[in-house]
């Protein structure tokens, strides 16, 4: 699928298509994860074996979303009435960013690229409270995955969403990436970086063709 090309593009990135988020060495012959926010939420991971690389399919977007707090407890609550399960992609999509605003007290039929534009003009507005909150739980998220699946290749995030954040992403969001427990220091060996090349999922596709037997 698309974010699998996506992660297959990783070896084709140049350094100044990559906006780091969280600092930290990558291995080239390190595990990666893409994480992707847009339209919906999901991950993939390239994996390196003596065999050559390969990024198996995935569905991560559809698992419950996580609570640290009273707030993400009333949250989770509402997101399981609004969509019938508390997903990950409830809140980390661009229908989530929509969710997380109404939560707390937008106006219903706000689009995402309004609560943008509102949060961008005031730091103190709901839109902004619904910004922080989905950028917490990104941190959050990936931290989990980069747990789950070592990434010290790196990770990459992508989408659309992702783009129109990355002018809000401050110290909280390194804070949160770090927040698990006795293990905070054994995050920092995992980088983090926003993928500016829009066309990194066609490099992923021609990487892929590229790494296939001849038939």
Same mark, same amino acid.
């Given at each position: 699928? +698309?974010?699998?090309?996506?992660?297959?593009?990783?070896?084709?990135?140049? +350094?100044?298509?990559?906006?780091?988020?969280?600092?930290?060495?990558?291995?080239?012959?390190?595990?990666?994860?893409?994480?992707?926010?847009?339209?919906?939420?999901?991950?993939?991971?390239?994996?390196? @074996?003596?065999?050559?690389?390969?990024?198996?399919?995935?569905?991560?977007?559809?698992?419950?979303?996580?609570?640290?707090?009273?707030?993400?407890?009333?949250?989770?609550?509402?997101?399981?009435?609004?969509?019938?399960?508390? @997903?990950?992609?409830?809140?980390? @999509?661009?229908?989530?960013?929509?969710?997380?605003?109404?939560?707390?007290?937008?106006?219903?039929?706000?689009?995402?690229?309004?609560?943008?534009?509102?949060?961008?003009?005031?730091?103190?507005?709901?839109?902004?409270?619904?910004?922080?909150?989905?950028?917490?739980?990104?941190?959050?998220?990936?931290?989990?995955?980069?747990?789950?699946?070592?990434?010290?290749?790196?990770?990459?995030?992508?989408?659309?969403?992702?783009?129109?954040?990355?002018?809000?992403?401050?110290?909280?969001?390194?804070?949160?990436?770090? +927040?698990?427990?006795?293990?905070?220091?054994?995050?920092?060996?995992?980088?983090?970086?926003?993928?500016?090349?829009?066309?990194?999922?066609?490099?992923?596709?021609?990487?892929?063709?590229?790494?296939?037997? @001849?038939?």
């Amino acid at each position: 699928n +698309d974010l699998q090309a996506q992660a297959w593009a990783i070896t084709r990135l140049h +350094d100044e298509t990559l906006e780091t988020w969280v600092d930290a060495p990558r291995r080239a012959d390190g595990t990666a994860l893409v994480f992707n926010i847009g339209t919906g939420c999901n991950i993939a991971v390239q994996h390196v @074996s003596e065999q050559g690389r390969f990024v198996p399919p995935a569905e991560a977007g559809h698992t419950d979303l996580t609570v640290k707090s009273e707030q993400e407890f009333h949250l989770r609550a509402f997101l399981a009435a609004e969509y019938g399960e508390p @997903s990950v992609e409830g809140l980390l @999509s661009g229908r989530g960013l929509v969710s997380a605003y109404h939560f707390f007290g937008g106006a219903a039929g706000t689009e995402p690229a309004q609560i943008i534009n509102e949060c961008r003009a005031d730091r103190t507005s709901i839109a902004a409270q619904a910004v922080d909150i989905v950028l917490k739980k990104l941190a959050d998220c990936i931290g989990d995955h980069a747990l789950i699946h070592m990434p010290v290749g790196g990770i990459y995030l992508v989408g659309g969403v992702i783009h129109h954040l990355a002018e809000f992403k401050d110290n909280r969001f390194d804070a949160a990436f770090y +927040d698990k427990g006795r293990f905070g220091d054994f995050m920092r060996q995992f980088a983090v970086m926003r993928v500016r090349d829009d066309l990194a999922a066609l490099k992923g596709c021609y990487t892929f063709l590229r790494s296939q037997p @001849s038939r």
